[in-house]
């Protein structure tokens, strides 16, 4: 809980330097953060970049454009590392948490 709201995730990782894969998302996926914002939770994924030791948080709305866009194209474009400094957060390693992403959730 935060703030009186419940905070669910999900955690991703890839090895690509370049992107992300929307294939590494299953659809169930979706459906549970969905459903779990829906009902007033706070709602995003973990993107681990591992070969830069990074994790973005990336808010499920972001997440849905990029399936919705996916959809239409017919085909599941990846989401390319730059646009993680736009549309993410790059999450801070502190001595209070290996990920310390509660400063974004206000976001």
């Known amino acids: 809980m935060y703030k009186g709201r419940a905070i669910e995730f999900e955690a991703k990782s890839t090895e690509?330097?370049?992107?992300?894969?929307?294939?590494?998302?299953?659809?169930?996926?979706?459906?549970?953060?969905e459903k779990a914002e829906a009902i007033g939770?706070?709602?995003?994924?973990f993107i681990e970049f591992s070969v830069y030791k990074s994790v973005f948080v990336l808010p499920l709305s972001v997440i849905q454009s990029y399936v919705?866009?996916?959809r239409q194209s017919k085909n599941k474009q990846p989401i390319p590392k730059a646009d993680f400094n736009i549309y993410g957060y790059l999450v801070?390693?502190?001595?209070?948490a290996p990920v310390d992403y509660l400063q974004y959730v206000d976001e």
Do not use: G, P, W
């Open 16 to 33: 690509n330097v370049t992107r992300f894969d929307l294939k590494n998302i299953a659809q169930h996926q979706l459906n549970y953060l």
């Open 92 to 96: 801070d390693q502190t001595e209070r």
């Open 68 to 70: 919705e866009m996916s």
């Open 41 to 45: 939770a706070i709602c995003f994924f």
